[in-house]
């Protein structure tokens, strides 16, 4: 049996993975619960860690996973049409898990950075097939990740992500961003006032603020695959 504040982090550590595919920070879980420090955060999570509803996942800073629900929230499911982000893993030289009928072939456009922003995306260089589960509607594109930045949201160099291509994104999400037109970066955005932020998650990067007309949002983050090489 979890006390309220035990079920209410738990579940709300579950809403915002199927929502953004990565775990709140300390700070947003400390104002969501009214806590008054994170010390109280710590010690439910680690209340939850024993019960066997939460693990925290080695070497990523603020990785959790929901191993399981409390029996009253086990009849919640994700939005139709979508499934909650979870890094999709995939052996070197290996297909996509799945049939050919359960999964999509993606175009790779190339790279982008999870650091500095880089050059712009490129052209289709590569096919990709992806897990029909990883998808919704909508056009979708991948993506390979270079640099460390996003490793706090379990985002790796060298690893794929799955973007949802859409133009307007809710802040608190991951996305491709378009920096004066010519940069793409992948980063958490958040709205402050008229300004974009485009933050990481990795303490040795500073989030930098743009102006509204600086930011063109290229699509959202839906997924991630992996290979082991």
Not at 1 to 11: A, D, F, G, I, S
Request: aromatic letters at 4%.
């Amino acid at each position: 049996m979890l006390t309220r504040k035990q079920h209410e982090l738990l579940m709300f550590i579950h809403e915002r993975l199927k929502e953004t595919g990565v775990s709140p920070s300390f700070d947003e879980m400390k104002d969501a619960l009214g806590l008054a420090s994170k010390s109280g955060i710590h010690r439910l999570i680690t209340a939850l860690e024993e019960r066997g509803f939460l693990r925290r996942l080695p070497h990523r800073a603020r990785a959790l996973e929901v191993t399981k629900l409390p029996t009253q929230a086990t009849a919640t499911a994700p939005p139709k049409g979508r499934a909650p982000f979870k890094p999709q893993l995939v052996d070197a030289g290996a297909d996509a898990p799945g049939t050919a009928s359960d999964t999509r072939e993606l175009p790779v456009l190339g790279r982008i950075a999870a650091g500095t922003p880089i050059e712009a995306i490129q052209q289709e260089r590569d096919r990709l097939p992806v897990p029909e589960t990883l998808l919704g509607a909508g056009e979708h594109f991948v993506l390979e990740i270079q640099g460390d930045s996003m490793v706090g949201a379990g985002i790796l160099d060298g690893d794929f992500v799955v973007i949802r291509r859409t133009n307007t994104a809710q802040s608190g999400e991951i996305v491709v961003a378009l920096v004066n037109g010519e940069e793409a970066t992948l980063k958490r955005l958040r709205k402050k006032g008229a300004s974009i932020a485009l933050e990481a998650a990795n303490p040795a990067y500073e989030t930098r603020i743009f102006g509204p007309d600086q930011v063109a949002v290229q699509g959202k983050l839906v997924g991630l695959i992996r290979r082991y090489h």
